[in-house]
């Protein structure tokens, strides 16, 4: 991810091993843009074998912002904004977590309208953002979704009641450079807990590895980046509409 921020700033970096570690912007040194920039491990306390799932800059923390936090197997919590706001170099904790699980998106959320979440293996479940607890930073959270063992959440999508009434569809995307549009509507709301529904086809030989999904209007445009730093431009109007279980159309062609 790319964030913007000021030197009187913080970043709040989030790991997937559960830790939070507010870093001051004008601590991080500064480079060229291209150049590839400083270890984390020589600006915070994050161990060599952690890696980053979200980095969310705050100008103030009020006690009335909110962080939503989902984990691999399932789980949701929402935490005040307030909780991070610490000075620790060796880093807070976020979130407990159960074994083998590890936090998979941390998002700022008003904690009004749907969450969507999606699967590596293509399955999703919407629900209301109303069913997630405030909890503190030590508490594991409800359970947001029963996934399977072989799978893990791999993203999330916020809907407020705005975004719901603008676009019209949701977009999946796969590891291999395809995509699909769905109506929303075709995702109905569920409680939280379950295990969802399909969001792509299900294929027998060379299943579908997702890796984000989106809302879009047909004015909507997309950028992917692949492994090798090169950035697809994906125009939604381009992606074809199909069924909430349909499948998915090469968009971006991957070398």
Known sequence: DVVFSITRHKVLVFSAKWLCFPIPVHQIPEAKWGDSGTALVNVCGID????????IPRADFKDDDHLLFLTERGMAKASKVSDFKSSRSAGLVAIKLGERDQLSRVAESTLNGDCVLLTRLGQGIRFSLDQVSVQGRMARGVRAM?????????????????????????????????????????????????????MIVRRASRPHTCIA???ATPKDRFVAIDSNGTRHAIDASRIPVTRRDGNAWTMAKLS
């Open 213 to 215: 999904i989106g809302a």
């Open 48 to 55: 060599k074998d952690d890696s980053i799932v979200a980095v």
């Open 146 to 198: 029963k996934v399977a063992d072989n799978d893990v959440v791999i993203d999330t999508l916020l809907l407020s009641e705005e975004r719901l009434a603008e676009a019209p569809h949701i977009a999946v995307f796969t590891l291999s450079g395809m995509a699909k549009l769905n109506p929303i509507d075709d995702m109905a709301r569920q409680n939280r807990g379950g295990k969802g529904v399909r």
